[in-house]
């Protein structure tokens, strides 16, 4: 059984979408507009979404923006519906992330095997820390949706803008130390860059805490055990508090990093801003990462033999560049593993 949530200004359409899903064993909780159908996402947690596009105070590609710019959201299916003259500009529509687009001038039959076959697929929400705040505390108005999308930009394109040094990691991160200062108070900073079987440890503060401390924090609470090379550039003997957040930062589905925030001041408000970094701090981790291995040269992995992110990227690039101008045919399969520390290798 899953959750769907259905948005749409007709209570004709509503009440038809929510009869056929009902039907069907599926949960149903219906919205009248956009700004309906966001406070409804947050509370309801939908595992798919209907919306139609043409609806009064946010139309379907803003409200499907917005809920896109949500980790917990990536993977909630979205089908757009569409009246008979409406038009939805290609490029904006596949950027905002809708699924699947359905007329609503299709046969019946045709749009209600397309939205039960829909409904099907294995799409799912995932509950995180970053959506708790919304659903306790509804958006009141569309002013507020718009000034929470204004901050987001805002903090994407200044963490963005830190790329121009990647040429010095240690700049780059004090540069984010001095951002999170101006955002939010705390007692201490540690950022982890990782890659592979490699993380290298960064610690900003008066009085920070032994490196060995803040590793421990890492693999004990996120599993990641696998770092056989520990880089740290700070200096600190004392034990951690107990009062810290950790934040993984990913790139798509990989960690590429960690934030630790000692003593933060207001914990919920700390958690909420490390939410929305998380998805440009994954790009700036890897960008980091990417110059590190190319300006040393480095392409095989200490630990495990393998080729490091970046050498595998290019080779993979070359490899599709090559099959599509020779015309052959090349697929590629991609496997997770969960212990590097479990491969073994040999030369021979």
Known sequence: ??????????????????????????????????????????????????????????????????????????????????????????????????????????????????????????????????????????????????????????????????????????????????????LFEYKNLYIGVAVLSELRLYGFGKEVAAPEEVYSVISNLTGMRYYSHIETHFDGKRKMSDRFIIEIIYKKDDPVGYIIIEEPKIIEVTQNILSVMNGPLGVLFTLLNDYRNLSTGREIDDVTGLYNETAFRKRITYALDFAKRNNIPLSFTKMKIKNLKDLTYSPH
């Not at 939908?46 to 917005?66: A, C, E, Q, S, W």
């Not at 038009?87 to 529509?93: D, K």
């Not at 930009?153 to 240690?170: A, H, M, P």
């Open 1 to 182: 059984m899953k959750k769907v949530l259905v948005i749409d200004d007709s209570a004709v359409w509503r009440n038809f979408l929510q009869n056929l899903i009902e039907s069907k064993g599926h949960n149903v909780e219906v919205a009248k507009d956009g700004l309906d159908g966001i406070n409804k996402f947050f509370t309801f947690l939908p595992d798919v979404v209907i919306v139609d596009y043409v609806m009064p105070k946010l139309n379907g590609i803003h409200f499907t923006r917005f809920i896109r710019s949500y980790r917990a959201s990536h993977n909630v299916g979205i089908l757009m519906l569409t009246g008979a003259e409406e038009t939805v500009n290609p490029f904006w529509a596949k950027k905002s992330g809708v699924n699947l687009f359905l007329k609503k001038t299709a046969p019946q039959d045709d749009i209600e095997k397309t939205i039960l076959s829909f409904i099907d697929e294995p799409f799912s929400i995932e509950w995180s820390r970053e959506i708790y705040k919304i659903h306790l505390e509804p958006y009141g108005e569309l002013v507020d949706i718009i000034e929470e999308s204004l901050k987001e930009s805002t903090l994407i394109r200044e963490i963005i803008s830190y790329s121009q040094y990647i040429f010095d990691e240690t700049l780059v991160l004090k540069k984010l130390h001095e951002l999170f200062k101006e």
